[in-house]
C-alpha cells in the first residue's frame, strides 16, 4: 500500500511582525534582537501550525533565508553574491550565485547558521531539510567552468556536506528544490551529470531526499524524473497534466497540488480527489502531499489557511484509504 | 521634450524618517529634525525653516500630528524630493514618490476591484503589499492629479511623471475573479487556455479603465512626460506581447512623451516582441546592475549593456534612458564609470541623438546620501562624456 505523508517545503511567509521589525531594524529603528526573538516567535507559530494541521515533516520555515542559495554563498568562501536575478516566472528575486573560487563549505559557519534557524529545539519529529538541487544551482550560477561539470562539483564539495549538516541537526528527509529542471531544456550529458550528482549527495546519506520540479510541465520528463537516484520526485500540478504521470513508479511521488503562487484556497475535498486520482494511475510506494512553489510568495495568513488544507487533505486521504 | 543625453530619474526616493513618521502620526526626534534642517540648507530648500519649526513644535507638545499637518509635512517631502534631483544636477525632475505609499500600492488602493492580502517578499528583506483582484476594476478617482498639482507649482525644472503599468498591476496581483479559478484535476491544456484568457482580459481592463483615465486626468492638467513603469514586464515572457498591447491601450491618441522603464530582466526575452509597443517613445531600462565597475568602452569593457544593440535596431527608433547607476549597492560610481558607460552606448547607438541618461531604477533603497552622491556623480559622468563627444 502506498504510505501517504504531507510536507510544506521552501521557505514560509514571515509574520506581518517580522516585516515590520526586519524593516525597521535595517533602518536602524529597531536592534536585530527584536528581528531574532520575532522570528523565533514566527518559527514557534508554523512549528505549531504544522503539528496541529497533521503534517508529517516539520519544517523551520527558513525564516533568516534571503533565497535559496544565500545560506550556502555565506558559507563558501568560493561563492559570492551576484546581480539581482528574477526568480523563474515570479516577481521574486534572488542573488545569482558567483563560483569565484574553491567551492569547499565551511561546515561550521554552515551549522551555526542552521542552528539559527532550527532554534535551540530544532523542529521536534520528522524534521525537514531544505537546500538547491544541483542542476538548478548549476543553471543560475555564474560558473567558473561549464554548467553540467559544475553539477558533481556543487555535489561533492557543498551540498553533500551540506546535507550531513542538515542530517546532524535533525533532518529525516531532505528536499532539494529543482524548479530549472521542468522551466529549462535538459540535454542528455545534463541527465547524466546530474544523476551523478544527486549519487554524490543521497549515497549512504541516511535520510529520505526529495527532488523537486517545480513552475513547470514535469509531463513530458516523466520517464527520466522516474529513474533518478532519490526516494521520491515532486512535480507541480499547477503546470502539470494529472494523467501524465501514469506509472509505474519505482520512486515516490511528491504531488504539488498547492498553488503557492495564488492566493485562492484550494478545498480538501478538490486535493483528495487529485490524489485519488494519482494513486490510481501511478501506485508511487509513497505519495507524499505538498505545494507546488513554495509557499513563501503568499501573504503568511494565506499561507497558513494552505497548511491547514493540505494537513487536512492527507488527514481525509488516509482515512478513505484506512492507513 | 528628450534631447540628447537629458538627465532624469526614474521613480522612488527613500522618504526622510521625519515624513515617515508624520505619515504615521507621530512626533519627530531631534535627529530627524536636524536631518530635515541640514538636508533643506544642502539642497537649497526655500523656507525649509519652517518645516523645521512645525517638526520641533510638534516634538515639543508632544501630541500626535493633525491630518492638516501630516499633509503639509508630506508636501515639504515633495519639495525636498524635487529639489534633492534638482540640485543634484538633474535636467527633468520628480518628487520621488513622497506623495505616494509606493508605487503598486498607491495604485491598488484609488482603484476599485483591489483587496489587499497581506505583506510579500520581493527579494532580501524588501516586501510588498499585494492585493488580489476580485472583481471589475476600475478608477475611484484620479490619483496623481493633487501630486501634479503640486510639483508643477514648486518645481524649477520639467517634471516626469511615472505611472504604474497596466501589465505590472496586473503581475503584483493575484486575481481571485471567478474567471481565474482553475481545478488542477482539469485537463493542462484547457486550464492554460482559460488563465491566458483571464490574464489578458484583467491587463486589458485595467489599462482601458484604470491607468488609461488617470493618464487623461493628467494630461488636462498639463502633464506631458509620463513614464509608465513597467518592472514586471518580462516575468512571463510570453505575455510579453499582451504587455505591449495594454501599453498601447492605455496611450492610444493621448498627446504627451509617454516612455516605459524596464529593470532586473533577462531583456533578451522582450525581444522582437517589444517592437510592437508603438506608442512608447523612450525605454528606460537598467544596466548598471550587471556591468562591471572597470573603466572601459566596448563589449568586453562592458558586458551590461551588450543588449543595448537591440534597443537601438527597435523598428520605430525609440530612445534608451541608459540605466549607469547600480541602485542595490552603496558603490558610489565615479564620473569616469558613467562617462565609459555612455560613451560605450554612444558608441553603438551611433551618436548620442537618441540617448537619455538615468539611474537603473528609482533610488529608494538607497540612503539620501548615497542616492546624492550617485547621482551627482552621474550628472558629471555626462559632462565627461559630452567633453569626450565634443558636444
Known amino acids: 500500500m502506498t504510505e501517504i505523508a504531507c510536507y510544506v517545503h521552501g521557505s514560509f511567509p514571515r509574520s506581518e511582525e517580522l516585516v515590520a521589525a526586519t524593516r525597521d531594524a535595517d533602518r536602524g529603528r529597531r536592534p536585530a534582537s527584536a528581528v531574532a526573538a520575532q522570528r523565533d516567535l514566527d518559527r514557534a507559530g508554523f512549528l505549531a501550525l504544522q503539528a496541529e494541521a497533521g503534517l508529517d515533516y516539520q519544517s523551520s520555515g527558513w525564516l533568516s533565508w534571503a533565497d535559496l542559495f544565500r545560506p550556502l554563498i555565506e558559507a563558501c568562501p568560493g561563492l559570492a553574491t551576484g546581480p539581482l536575478t528574477r526568480w523563474f516566472d515570479t516577481n521574486t528575486f534572488f542573488r545569482a550565485p558567483i563560483a569565484a573560487g574553491p567551492l569547499e563549505l565551511d561546515r561550521a559557519a554552515f551549522a551555526a547558521r542552521l542552528a539559527g534557524d532550527l532554534g535551540p529545539a530544532g523542529t521536534g519529529g520528522n524534521q525537514l531539510g531544505l537546500l538547491p538541487g544541483p542542476y538548478t544551482f548549476s543553471r543560475l550560477a555564474e560558473p567558473d567552468t561549464d554548467r553540467d561539470a559544475l553539477m558533481p562539483r556543487l555535489a561533492r564539495e557543498l551540498l553533500r556536506p551540506a546535507a550531513e549538516e542538515l542530517r546532524d541537526a535533525g533532518a529525516t528527509l531532505l528536499h532539494l528544490q529543482e524548479p530549472a529542471l521542468v522551466t529549462r531544456p535538459v540535454g542528455m550529458d545534463s541527465w547524466r551529470h546530474l544523476d551523478a550528482a544527486l549519487r554524490l549527495i543521497t549515497d549512504d546519506l541516511g535520510v529520505r531526499v526529495v527532488v523537486h520540479g517545480y513552475y513547470g510541465d514535469a509531463g513530458p520528463l516523466v520517464t527520466r524524473l522516474r529513474e533518478l537516484p532519490v526516494d521520491a520526485v515532486g512535480v507541480d500540478l499547477t503546470e502539470t497534466d494529472v494523467d501524465s504521470l501514469r506509472g509505474p513508479w519505482p520512486v515516490g511521488l511528491l504531488a504539488g497540488c498547492l498553488d503557492g503562487r495564488s492566493s485562492r484556497l484550494e478545498s480538501a475535498a478538490a486535493t483528495v480527489a487529485l490524489a485519488r486520482r494519482i494513486l490510481e494511475i501511478a501506485q508511487p510506494p509513497v505519495l507524499f502531499l505538498s505545494s507546488g512553489g513554495d509557499l513563501e510568495l503568499l501573504p503568511r495568513t494565506v499561507a497558513e489557511q494552505k497548511v491547514r488544507v493540505l494537513g487536512a487533505a492527507a488527514r481525509q486521504l488516509r482515512e478513505e484509504l484506512g492507513c | ?391
Not at chain 2, 195 to 206: K, P, Q
Not at chain 2, 228 to 238: F, K, L, N, R
Request: aromatic fraction near 8%; charged fraction near 25%; include cysteine.
Open chain 2, 1 to 391: 521634450m528628450l534631447t540628447p543625453l537629458l538627465t532624469h530619474e526614474i521613480g522612488s526616493l527613500a522618504k526622510p524618517g521625519w515624513r515617515v513618521k508624520a505619515a504615521a502620526g507621530r512626533p519627530c526626534d531631534e535627529a530627524d529634525i536636524q536631518a530635515a534642517a541640514s538636508w533643506g540648507e544642502r539642497l537649497g530648500v526655500s523656507d525649509y525653516h519652517e518645516l523645521v519649526e512645525l517638526l520641533r513644535r510638534t516634538e515639543r507638545s508632544g501630541d500626535p500630528l493633525t491630518a492638516a499637518e501630516r499633509a503639509e509635512v508630506r508636501n515639504w517631502s515633495s519639495r525636498y524630493g524635487l529639489r534633492f534631483f534638482s540640485s543634484a544636477g538633474l535636467d527633468v525632475i520628480y518628487d520621488g514618490e513622497q506623495q505616494r505609499s509606493e508605487m503598486y500600492a498607491w495604485a491598488a488602493a484609488h482603484a476599485t476591484g483591489f483587496e489587499f492580502r497581506g505583506s510579500v517578499r520581493s527579494f532580501d528583506n524588501k516586501y510588498y503589499s499585494k492585493a488580489a483582484v476580485t472583481g471589475p476594476v476600475g478608477l475611484r478617482a484620479p490619483f496623481h492629479n493633487d501630486e501634479y498639482r503640486l510639483l508643477r507649482r514648486v518645481a524649477d525644472k520639467p517634471v516626469k511623471v511615472p505611472v504604474t503599468g497596466p501589465y505590472t498591476l496586473a503581475a503584483w496581483s493575484f486575481d481571485e475573479r471567478p474567471a481565474a479559478a482553475v481545478d488542477l484535476g482539469e485537463p493542462l491544456a484547457g486550464r492554460r487556455a482559460r488563465s491566458r484568457e483571464a490574464r489578458r482580459e484583467l491587463v486589458l481592463d485595467i489599462a482601458v479603465n484604470l491607468v488609461r483615465p488617470n493618464l487623461e486626468a493628467l494630461l488636462g492638467l498639463g502633464a506631458r512626460l509620463i513614464q509608465i513603469d513597467e518592472p514586471a514586464g518580462s516575468t512571463v515572457p510570453a505575455e510579453i506581447a499582451l504587455m505591449a498591447e495594454a501599453f498601447d491601450a492605455c496611450v492610444h491618441g493621448l498627446d504627451a512623451t509617454f516612455t516605459t522603464h524596464l529593470c532586473f530582466s533577462d531583456y533578451d526575452l522582450f525581444f522582437p516582441t517589444i517592437g510592437r509597443m508603438t506608442g512608447c517613445r523612450q525605454y528606460t531600462v537598467g544596466f548598471a546592475n550587471y556591468d562591471s565597475t572597470e573603466l572601459g568602452v566596448g563589449d568586453a569593457a562592458r558586458p551590461g549593456y551588450r543588449i543595448i544593440k537591440r534597443f537601438r535596431d527597435l523598428p520605430a527608433a525609440p530612445h534608451l534612458g541608459l540605466g549607469v547607476l547600480d541602485i542595490h549597492r552603496d558603490f558610489i560610481e565615479p564620473p569616469e564609470l558613467v562617462r565609459d558607460r555612455i560613451l560605450h552606448a554612444v558608441e553603438v547607438f551611433g551618436g548620442p541623438e537618441r540617448l537619455q541618461v538615468v539611474p537603473d531604477c528609482g533610488l529608494r533603497t538607497r540612503t539620501w546620501e548615497v542616492a546624492y552622491q550617485k547621482l551627482v556623480n552621474m550628472v558629471a559622468g555626462v559632462e565627461l562624456a559630452k567633453d569626450a563627444l565634443g558636444a
